[in-house]
């Protein structure tokens, strides 16, 4: 069982940054895939960002690739998502997630889900 809480989000202009973070819960973190995905309002989920468990691949969505970062702390058992020259098109409820599959964009190969955190991204 792992459990997820995300942080970070927030209102930031266009242009600026933010760092969600993903603290995780459990003994087994180390050995699961994370991901970010989003969701704006009256759209569906969508894949930003996935790491493996070991950090060596990390895999992005296009619209975000050169801007946003992932990376993971497995003392820690947190997961990071570094978010720069932010436009108002990421606005969004920002979630993380574990997986045991290497199918890294699909939500549905996803076991565990945080709650998500608003970015808000002004022009």
């Known amino acids: 069982q792992v459990q997820l809480v995300e942080s970070g989000g927030g209102l930031v202009q266009a242009g600026g940054s933010l760092r969600l973070s993903c603290a995780a819960s459990g003994r087994t973190f180390s050995s699961y895939a994370m991901g970010w995905f989003r969701q704006a309002p009256g759209k569906e989920r969508e894949f930003v960002a996935a790491?493996?468990?070991?950090?060596?691949?990390?895999y992005y969505a296009d619209s975000v690739k050169g801007r946003f970062t992932i990376s993971r702390d497995n003392a820690k058992k947190t997961v990071y998502l570094q978010m720069n020259s932010l436009k108002p098109e990421d606005t969004a409820v920002y979630y993380c997630?574990?997986?045991?599959?290497?199918?890294?964009?699909?939500?549905?190969?996803?076991?565990?889900w945080g709650q998500g955190t608003q970015v808000t991204v002004s022009s």
């Open positions: 790491i493996s468990w070991s950090a060596s691949i990390t």
């Open positions: 997630a574990a997986s045991s599959n290497s199918d890294y964009a699909d939500p549905g190969k996803y076991r565990y």
